[in-house]
Every structure is written in structure tokens, then in C-alpha cells.
């Protein structure tokens, strides 16, 4: 019996653009457990994540978060893997195009796999800032940014430390009242409701990591 998980299943067509978009119109609502077993990691070790385009290489920091959505078929939410320098620790990051991301708060958990690897993660997360006629205002876009912080879940001791890894990017728009800074610079306040979150369900592929263990379980 196939396994299922709670990630969307797409089609994809032969750019793989309609796939990516189709991820980001339906719903894509993994856990952080699945963000951790089944997309970080894998990416980390050189293998293929579950979903090919629902997560896809973009930094943050390029564009403001309505633009990269944007450019990546997305709306109000979106998944991104990014380079970051090892030892890189930073309260604040530049936007290209004006605006900031600050932190906001620290995390740190672990995810273990069926097969029992134990994956340590940490989770920050940030606020988008940007100066608008009242000053620098929120403009209630936040992103939570996953670092796997023990290497040894996905590379041996011996090979040395690594100049650059990959982190895992959540950016979404925020259901809190927040004041909104329109592309023209004028501020306005919008209220969001935030959408009903429900599963939806994905068959294993193969070809995938032979080391994600399955299904994704919290060990606290």
C-alpha cells in the first residue's frame, strides 16, 4: 500500500511551470516535520525533494516578498530554499528594492524520521519592513526561515565544513491587521483572514531520497 503524506499532489508539464503554479493555487500545507524530512534534508543531501517545484531556490532577500511570490507563481505564501554563509548571524537583512526582513524570535526542535534519524532544526523568524510616508512600518509579511543545525543528519564528520548551506524559506502574508505599504509608498490597514488549512494528499515517488525515513513524526 502506498504511503501518503499531507502534501499536494500536482501534475507536471514538460517546463514544470504549471506544476509549480497548480502547488501554489491548490494548497501546499506541510508540517515541519515534512519540511525538514522531506524537502531540507534531501536538499541538503543532493537528492530530489518529494514535490518537485514546491519548494523552489530563490533568496529573500532579492526581491520584496509580494514580488518573488510573484515571479514564482505564488500569492500569499510561498516556499523557498536559499543560500546562506556558514557562521552567518543577522537581526536584520536588506531587500533589493528597499524594505527589510527583522527578526522577530528564535526556535529550535527536531524532527525524527520512521527510520529514526533525528533531524535538529532551528527556526527563525522574521518581519518585512518597509519606509512609508509615517516612517519604516510593518508591512505584515513575515517569513520563517529553517536551518538545520546538526550537519551530521545529511553529511559525514570527515568532509569538512561547508562555506555555504541551504536553508528553507516560509514567506506568507500575515492574517494579522497590519499596515500595508503599497507599491506608490501610501500606507493602508487591511485585515486578512487567514485560510482553512486542510490536507491534502501525496503518493510516494520514486527516485526520491532512500533515506527520508516516510512518514514525518514530532519528537519534542
Known amino acids: 500500500m502506498e504511503e501518503e503524506m ?59 516578498p509580494w514580488e518573488l511570490l510573484a515571479r514564482h507563481g505564488r500569492r500569499e505564501e510561498g516556499f523557498f530554499f536559499a543560500l546562506r554563509a556558514r557562521k552567518r548571524l543577522s537581526v536584520r537583512r536588506s531587500v533589493a528594492g528597499g524594505g527589510s526582513w527583522l527578526h522577530s524570535s528564535t526556535k529550535n526542535g527536531q524532527s525524527v524520521s520512521d527510520l529514526g534519524v533525528v533531524v535538529r532544526w532551528c527556526s527563525t523568524k522574521f518581519s518585512f519592513y518597509r519606509r512609508g510616508e509615517m516612517g519604516q512600518r510593518s508591512t505584515g509579511w513575515t517569513m520563517a526561515e529553517y536551518e538545520i543545525t546538526d550537519t551530521r543528519c545529511y553529511r559525514r564528520a570527515d568532509d569538512g565544513e561547508e562555506d555555504e548551506y541551504w536553508v528553507l524559506c516560509h514567506v506568507r502574508k500575515s492574517s494579522r491587521t497590519a499596515a500595508k505599504i503599497t507599491p506608490a509608498g501610501r500606507e493602508s490597514v487591511t485585515r486578512r483572514r487567514r485560510p482553512k488549512r486542510g490536507g491534502v494528499r501525496l503518493r510516494r515517488d520514486a527516485g526520491r531520497d532512500p533515506d527520508d525515513g516516510g512518514a514525518a513524526h514530532r519528537s519534542d
Do not use: I, Y
Open 6 to 64: 499531507n502534501l499536494v499532489l500536482g501534475t507536471r508539464d514538460d517546463d514544470g511551470d504549471d506544476h509549480a503554479v497548480a502547488l501554489a493555487a491548490v494548497g501546499f500545507e506541510p508540517t515541519v516535520d515534512e519540511l525538514m524530512l522531506h524537502f531540507l534534508r534531501p536538499q541538503l543531501r543532493g537528492f530530489q525533494p518529494r514535490v518537485a517545484g514546491a519548494v523552489v531556490e530563490a533568496d529573500p532577500s532579492g526581491a520584496a
